[in-house]
Structure formats: structure tokens, C-alpha cells
């Protein structure tokens, strides 16, 4: 497995990653999150991501279980936990937050319910505009200077937002955001690839790990002849998946690249996910899965990675245009 340098920081992650969004819980109990777990590891996978508000804190209760009966070498792998939305109803102070309150108190709880001493990634899961960025800056520092997690970073933050939170830290000699997660695959590019190019330079050097890199499931291919049963979009709760992911444009779009990965030999997804390891910006691509079937699919995209010749990219670009 190819390891790759979070952004400038000296941390390795795998290419492919593995994430428990929708799935912990929700589909997958602990015996198939663990299942799922270990077939990422054996193909080389060495980070894990998860929220606090994945399943209400569930995620992280089943992923810190399945770590326990794992038993990796903690310094063998990377944990990622991330807050914002909170899980305590409509609290004031602990819900749609940055504040310093929420945040002291919200690692000490993923702590407890992984069952760990440190998270190696902690994740601003959306930007709070009620709280200003200094107080979120120091309160992520202080998160790190602690010891209770070793890196921060952003998810789905605007450029300009990176860089405030970034010059405030730098201004400071505080520990400043290392890394952002945004969503990128064939069909959603122009934040990874526009909006952030300036951020990859130094001094910032941001590193990315990208989420939804099968837009849910629809770069699969599966969703051609409606909604199967056993889809994400089909499951309670998910309905407001089901129009993108029905979408007749971007449904065309995949079926012109069906032929590429037919000729490849290679399926749609293992097709989509190694497209995404191109981006020489993108750190890890974060794979999601319901079945221990899909991770065992989905890593076998390490073997696609060099069949992805110039040609080929221009093929899939006009697929996708
Ligand atoms: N920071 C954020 O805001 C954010 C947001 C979303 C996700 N994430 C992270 O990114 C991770 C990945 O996101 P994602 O789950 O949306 O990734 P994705 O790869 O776009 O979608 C994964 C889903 O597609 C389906 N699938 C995957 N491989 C398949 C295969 N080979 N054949 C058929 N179906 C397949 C499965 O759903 P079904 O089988 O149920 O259809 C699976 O759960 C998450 O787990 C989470 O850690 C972060």
C-alpha cells in the first residue's frame, strides 16, 4: 500500500482509507464493522476514519471495540474523530459549535467511548460562524498541546476560512490546522482542485483526506435501474440521497465510463477510487463500505492505480465532462 505525507505534516496515511459514515451501526454490527476493519488493514490500510455524530457517538463505541479486539499496535495505526453538530439534542453550547466549551468537553467523550488515551485526527467538522476562529484555534491547540490528539483540521471549510484559522495559529505559535477532509470524486472536483490550490503551497501545505469518493455509492454503477434495497439510498433516513444519486446526468456520466473499466478489467468503483489517488494534493481517500465484500472490491483499486495511463485520464475526463 502506498503511504503518502499528510500535507507537510510528517504524518504517513495509506492511500486508501477506511470510514465509518451511515455504515457503524446502521449496517454493520460489531462483528461486521471489525470484519470490514481487518480486511482494510490486511490490504495495507493504516488510518480509520470516524466522527462523534456518526450513529450518535455509536461509530466510535463499535470502531474503539473492534480496536480493543483487534489488538493492532496503537502506533501502528491513525484514528480520526471529528465535532461540530454535538449529539445531545438541542442543548445550548453543545450543539452546531466551535466553542471552547463544546470542544474541551467533546474529546474527553470520543476518548471515553474509543476507549483510547489520544486521537491521532481531530476534524472542525463544519465552520461555526457563531464562534470566532481565534476561539477555536486555541481551543484545538490546546486539544493537541494536551496530548488528548495530535493533529486538527477542517472539514468543508471555505479556503479563506483555512487560511484565517491557519494565520491566526501562525501569528500565535499556536498548533495550526494540518489538514482539511472535503468531499472529492469524478462527479465533485472544483473545491479540491480550485478553490484550495493556493493552500497545498507553503507555508500552509494542506493536506487533504477526501470523503465520498463514490459520491455514496453512485460511481458504483448500482444505481442505473433505480434505488436497489440494500443501498445506502434505500435505507431509513437516506432519502434525501436518493435524488443525486438517481440523477439521470450523472447517471450517464457513469455509464460512459463503464466501457473504461470494462476494458481495464477493473470495476467501476476500483475505476473511481484510483482516479482519486491521482491528485497528487489528495493524502488518503477515505473508503466507505456495508459489506466486508465491498472493502475486499474497493482495495483491490490499488492494482488499477497504474493501468491509469494519460490516455486513460483523457478517456475518463471526456466521460465525465
Ligand atoms: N467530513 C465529512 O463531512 C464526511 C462526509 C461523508 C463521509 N465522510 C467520511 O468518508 C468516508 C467515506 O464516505 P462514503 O461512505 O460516502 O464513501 P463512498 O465510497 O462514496 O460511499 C460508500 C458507500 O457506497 C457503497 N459502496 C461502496 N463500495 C461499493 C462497492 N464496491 N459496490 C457496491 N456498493 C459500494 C456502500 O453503500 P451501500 O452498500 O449501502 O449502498 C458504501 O457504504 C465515510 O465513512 C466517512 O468516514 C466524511
Known amino acids: 500500500m502506498p503511504l503518502r505525507r499528510l500535507g507537510r505534516s510528517g504524518l504517513q ?15 454493520l454490527d460489531d462483528d461486521l464493522a471489525l470484519e470490514c476493519m481487518q480486511n482494510a488493514w490486511e490490504a495495507g490500510c493504516n488510518f480509520f476514519d470516524n466522527a462523534e455524530s456518526y450513529a450518535q457517538g455509536k461509530s466510535e463505541a463499535i470502531m474503539g471495540r473492534a480496536l480493543a479486539r483487534l489488538g493492532w499496535p496503537r502506533h501502528r495505526y491513525v484514528v480520526s474523530t471529528k ?15 466551535l466553542n471552547r466549551k463544546y470542544l474541551a468537553q467533546a474529546i474527553d467523550a470520543s476518548l471515553e467511548r474509543f476507549g483510547l488515551d489520544f486521537i491521532d485526527l481531530v476534524y472542525c467538522h463544519r465552520p461555526d460562524p457563531n464562534t470566532p476562529v481565534d ?11 494536551s496530548g488528548k490528539a495530535l493533529y486538527w483540521g477542517t472539514s468543508e471549510w471555505s479556503a479563506e476560512q483555512i487560511r484565517a484559522a491557519w494565520e491566526y495559529a501562525d501569528r500565535h505559535h499556536l498548533h495550526a490546522p494540518v489538514m482539511e477532509q472535503p468531499q472529492y470524486n469524478l462527479l465533485d472536483r472544483r473545491r479540491v482542485e480550485e478553490e484550495y490550490a493556493p493552500l497545498y503551497e507553503e507555508p500552509i501545505g494542506l493536506g487533504t483526506t477526501i470523503w465520498s469518493p463514490l459520491a455514496s455509492g453512485l460511481l458504483t454503477g448500482k444505481y442505473r435501474d433505480g434505488v436497489p434495497a440494500d443501498s445506502r439510498a434505500a435505507l431509513p433516513g437516506y432519502a434525501w440521497l436518493a435524488g443525486s444519486l438517481t440523477d439521470a446526468d ?3 456520466k457513469v455509464e460512459r465510463l463503464r466501457p473504461i ?3 481495464l478489467g477493473c470495476t467501476l468503483s476500483q475505476l473511481a477510487l484510483a482516479w482519486c489517488t491521482l491528485n497528487p494534493h489528495v493524502s488518503t481517500v477515505i473508503t466507505g463500505a456495508s459489506k466486508a465484500s465491498q472493502v475486499t472490491e474497493n482495495f483491490g483499486a490499488l492494482h488499477v492505480i497504474p493501468l491509469l495511463t494519460e490516455e486513460v485520464v483523457v478517456r475518463i475526463e471526456d466521460a465525465v465532462r
Open 250 to 252: 450523472a447517471l450517464a
Open 135 to 145: 476561539e477555536t484555534v486555541w481551543a484545538m491547540h490546546d486539544m493537541v498541546a
Open 83 to 97: 465535532f461540530y453538530w454535538g449529539i445531545h439534542g438541542d442543548v445550548p453550547n453543545m450543539r452546531n459549535t
Open 13 to 27: 496515511l495509506s492511500v486508501l482509507s477506511f470510514g465509518s459514515w451511515v455504515t457503524f451501526d446502521n449496517q
Open 261 to 263: 473499466a470494462e476494458e
